[in-house]
């Protein structure tokens, strides 16, 4: 598959690569996410990923805070949401990613 074009996004993004290999290019670096990898994108950052090889890749994103274009994906769990208030907190202007027992980690 070839790259896909970069992207950002007003939310931070936390990637989790369950099944294959990842390519993940995040502000212009691309890093290579083996499976029980995981990387956190703050929001504004360009990324893009790809598979690496010809692999299926099964990978979890998590975002925050609210992704308002995904909502309605929830609405069956309103009830249990009424009223309750987003995340508060700062974002990191840097990326932390962790792999794989042994692969080694980095923050930057």
Do not use: K
């Amino acid at each position: 598959m070839p790259r896909p074009e970069s992207h950002s996004h007003p939310f931070d993004q936390l990637v989790l690569v369950v099944e294959g290999c990842l390519n993940l290019e995040i502000a212009a670096e691309v890093v290579e996410m083996p499976p029980g990898s995981a990387a956190r994108i703050p929001s504004g950052v360009t990324q893009t990923a790809w598979p690496a090889g010809d692999q299926r890749v099964l990978n979890i994103d998590v975002f925050a805070t609210v992704r308002e274009d995904y909502l309605f994906l929830t609405h069956h769990q309103r009830e249990v949401f009424e009223g309750a208030a987003p995340p508060a907190g700062a974002v990191s202007q840097g990326f932390s990613i962790w792999n794989a027992p042994g692969a080694g980690d980095r923050q930057d």
